[in-house]
T-cell receptor, first 112, second 117 residues
Framework: QQQVKQSPQSLIVQKGGISIINCAYENTAFDYFPWYQQFPGKGPALLIAIRPDVSEKKEGRFTISFNKSAKQFSLHIMDSQPGDSATYFCAATYTGGFKTIFGAGTRLFVKA | GAVVSQHPSRVICKSGTSVKIECRSLDFQATTMFWYRQFPKQSLMLMATSNEGSKATYEQGVEKDKFLINHASLTLSTLTVTSAHPEDSSFYIC?????????????FGPGTRLTVT
């Protein structure tokens, strides 16, 4: 019940295309869903996050879509660029829980 | 803002020695810091949660006598790998949460690559 399932494991997208990464969770107590971007040899960096009271959040080329009833959320990267090539982790946490549950990660490669 | 640093970025040590890794929040006070371990091409594995002024809470399966955590101030937490062995070689990452912004937001350090020979 604490798991966050992430797919796909890897993704190859042409430059300018849309990258879509999906995550699903079970614990309805989760109330904060961040996405992290990690480049090789670096720590993860917070990219964008959403709370379950909204269905979508957009920041630049990055959009989170959230479906509370289905317990799913996804990251869309519009106009994908080679510089977006990295590993992306979805995550979930809840008020008072402190602990963040991470998905397995998606390795994105954007072809020039 | 919300910058977390780690030192060293890379360390190579001999089997049987101890290694200390520092995690600092540079521009904010972090009441809670987290230590993760990451194997190649895998997700982050939470090792322990470190609270300032109190004992760390270790995850199941993590040896607290092997991975000593000290959170002596609101800006510094240290992880000491005692009697390191080759299987301890890994990428260690710390993070700190913003107390005012709620417990959810975590900011990660750049990581420390430990190699035990």
């Amino acid at each position: 019940q604490q798991q966050v399932k992430q797919s796909p494991q890897s993704l190859i997208v042409q430059k300018g295309g849309i990258s879509i990464i999906n995550c699903a969770y079970e614990n309805t107590a989760f109330d904060y869903f961040p996405w992290y971007q990690q480049f090789p040899g670096k720590g993860p960096a917070l990219l964008i996050a959403i709370r379950p009271d909204v269905s979508e959040k957009k920041e630049g080329r990055f959009t989170i879509s959230f479906n509370k009833s289905a317990k799913q959320f996804s990251l869309h990267i519009m106009d994908s660029q080679p510089g977006d090539s990295a590993t992306y982790f979805c995550a979930a946490t809840y008020t008072g829980g402190f602990k963040t549950i991470f998905g397995a990660g998606t390795r994105l490669f954007v072809k020039a | 803002g919300a910058v977390v640093s780690q030192h060293p970025s890379r360390v190579i040590c001999k089997s049987g020695t101890s290694v200390k890794i520092e995690c600092r929040s540079l521009d904010f006070q972090a009441t809670t810091m987290f230590w993760y371990r990451q194997f190649p091409k895998q997700s982050l594995m939470l090792m322990a949660t470190s609270n300032e002024g109190s004992k760390a809470t270790y995850e199941q399966g993590v040896e607290k006598d092997k991975f000593l955590i000290n959170h002596a101030s609101l800006t510094l937490s240290t992880l000491t790998v005692t009697s390191a062995h080759p299987e301890d070689s890994s990428f260690y990452i710390c993070s700190a949460s913003l107390p005012a912004g709620g417990p959810h937001e975590q900011y990660f350090g750049p990581g420390t690559r430990l190699t035990v020979t």
